[in-house]
């Protein structure tokens, strides 16, 4: 079955960087529509950005307004992995983060931006 693992997370100060990892299994990852997305405390669940094939070579991105800039989401096919590195983190960042495909995400990472 579809099964989706991040890491990465951390408490970190504000400006500084991360790099989540999610390692899929279970299906084709390769042009796989994935996303990242991310739940504060109290909060729902909040789309933070996606990336997707159209079957071209290149990878197609798409990020929260508040995120653009500051973040870079990434993809390794021949690890089956999807990234998110994260810059100049602010404390509105902190929030678990979950790597998605359709309606599954993983246990999820969490990230602390302390200010």
């Known amino acids: 079955q579809v099964q989706l693992v991040e890491s990465g997370g951390g408490l970190v100060q504000s400006g500084s960087s991360l790099r989540l990892s999610c390692v899929a299994s279970?299906?084709?990852?390769?042009?796989?529509?994935m996303s990242w997305v991310r739940q504060a405390p109290g909060k729902g669940l909040e789309w933070v950005s996606s990336?997707?094939?159209?079957?071209?070579?290149?990878?197609?991105?798409q990020y929260l307004e508040s995120v653009k800039g500051r973040f870079a989401i990434s993809r390794d096919n021949a690890k089956n992995t999807l990234y998110l590195q994260m810059n100049n983190l602010k404390p509105e960042d902190s929030a678990v983060y979950y790597c998605?495909?359709?309606?599954?995400r993983g246990q999820g990472t969490q990230v602390i931006v302390s200010s």
């Open positions: 998605q495909r359709d309606e599954v």
């Open positions: 990336i997707y094939s159209d079957g071209s070579d290149e990878n197609k991105t």
């Open positions: 279970g299906f084709i990852f390769r042009h796989t529509y």
